[in-house]
């Protein structure tokens, strides 16, 4: 099956500093990547669709210029936390829709996601 | 506003039996509902879906009903087995827009 990766898997960071979290589609090109955040015992939350090329589109409530994505390449989507803070904490999540699948959300393939802890 | 909800947080089942896990929706447009299955420090996997032109999917020893009247969808697993435990999200999306709306999930244990 098709494979998505995360990098790193866990990051600590002082308040304040920036830190990236990179997604690969390692066996497919995705035109779309997804980023969702889960908070401790909810559900996980779509944050923004990056696609290839061209600007992400945030959800609502989601501070573009704060969580900075950038999707490259067919294969990578960055996440930029900028000026993290200790409520950033979370799990962060990407997924890359593999294309000419079909039109439904089956053909999502999730990373293994990040555990960002800001102190 | 959750639009989709699983209202248990965890299940145990034993072993060999039926495991139901339940989710509801309140949006109408949702079309396209499916079941993730997600193990601790893992993204989720996808486990089965179901079109809302239909009522039942079955895939193995997973099956998923719809009532759309409801607005109620549920997974059942049978028989049980011990790699079942983990945690099972449901989610919606409509018009094939790819963008999936999660419940909370519930945590699935099953006991030898």
């Known amino acids: 099956g098709a494979v998505v990766s995360q990098h790193p898997s866990r990051v600590i960071c002082k308040s304040g500093t920036s830190v990236k979290i990179e997604c690969r589609s390692l066996d497919f090109q995705a035109t779309t990547m997804f980023w969702y955040r889960q908070f401790p015992k909810q559900s996980l939350m779509l944050m923004a669709t990056?696609?290839?090329?061209?600007?992400?589109?945030?959800e609502q409530g989601v501070e573009k210029d704060k969580f900075l994505i950038n999707h490259a390449s067919l294969t990578l989507s960055t996440l930029t936390v900028t000026s993290a803070h200790p409520e950033d904490s979370s799990f962060y999540i990407c997924?890359?829709?593999?294309?000419?699948?079909?039109?439904?959300?089956?053909?999502?393939?999730f990373g293994p996601g990040t555990r960002l802890t800001v102190l | 506003d959750q639009q989709v909800k699983q209202n248990s947080p965890s299940l145990s089942v034993q072993e060999g039996r039926i495991s139901i896990l339940n989710c509801d929706y309140t949006?109408?447009?949702?079309?396209?509902f499916l079941w993730y299955k997600k193990y601790p420090a893992e993204g989720p996997t996808f486990l089965i879906s179901?079109?809302?032109?239909?009522d039942k999917n079955e895939d193995g020893r997973f099956t998923v009903f719809l009532n759309k009247s409801a607005k109620h969808l549920s997974l059942h697993i049978v028989p049980s087995q011990p790699g079942d435990s983990a945690v099972y999200f449901c989610a919606a999306t409509m018009g094939g827009a790819q963008k999936l709306v999660f419940g909370q999930g519930t945590r699935l244990t099953i006991n030898p």
């Open positions: 997924s890359a829709r593999s294309p000419g699948a079909g039109g439904f959300s089956d053909t999502q393939y």
């Open positions: 949006n109408s447009m949702f079309d396209y």
């Open positions: 990056s696609n290839e090329g061209s600007k992400a589109t945030y």
């Open positions: 179901i079109s809302s032109i239909k």
